[in-house]
């Protein structure tokens, strides 16, 4: 049965009516450290490497306030070309959700890993183990390498979700998605004018 998620203007009237944001300084939580959160060696990096503001979404592919927030975010990035971006993927929504994280960070290896989050995040389609491997590969992942290049790489990978998950429980996030901007946490899905204060912020 097709996803029949919120549409975008919906959404985003959703976000606007939680109110103003409310960043948590990261004193406040003494782990993790954004060294740990924002300079994982095992993610790759979306968007400027060399950025001088790193943006951290804790997501799930199957969450449609991740998606939205990470268009609302692309839309920021095409403007401000000084981000860099990480994406940690807690799949908060079972083994679908599981699957689709660790083929995506194992696409990276061909080079595709841009391409499938990109798909995985803008697909309007209810996610199977079936049309996670039809969408990755209409990105361009051959599926086979994919599958045998996360099955040499499990421990690293599995260890990877296992981190993500940690530094979500530490920071007491009630689910996705979840923002580390500078070091301010924000613990809700945002605009894009939301990303625009909140990296000035980090930025100041």
Known sequence: MPDRSPNRRHILKVIAGFGALAPLPLW????????EVAFDPDIPVLGNPDGDVTV???????CPY????????????????????VLRDWPIFGEVSRNAALLTLASNSQGRY??????LMTTRDRLTFRSTANLLGEAGVDIDIARGDLEARQDMLV???SRTEAQA???QLQGT??????????K??????????AIAKARA
């Open 159 to 161: 260890g990877l979700l």
């Open 188 to 197: 809700r899905g945002m605009t894009a004018d939301d990303f625009r204060k």
């Open 177 to 186: 998605p979840g923002f580390l901007i500078g070091k301010a946490l924000y």
């Open 66 to 85: 991740c998606k939205l927030s990470f268009l609302q975010l692309s839309d920021v990035m095409k403007e401000d070309t000084g981000i860099r971006l």
């Open 114 to 119: 841009a391409d499938a989050v990109h798909t």
């Open 169 to 171: 429980t530490a920071f």
């Open 28 to 35: 406040a939580n003494p782990m993790p450290t954004v060294e």
């Open 56 to 62: 951290v979404e804790f997501t799930d592919y199957q």
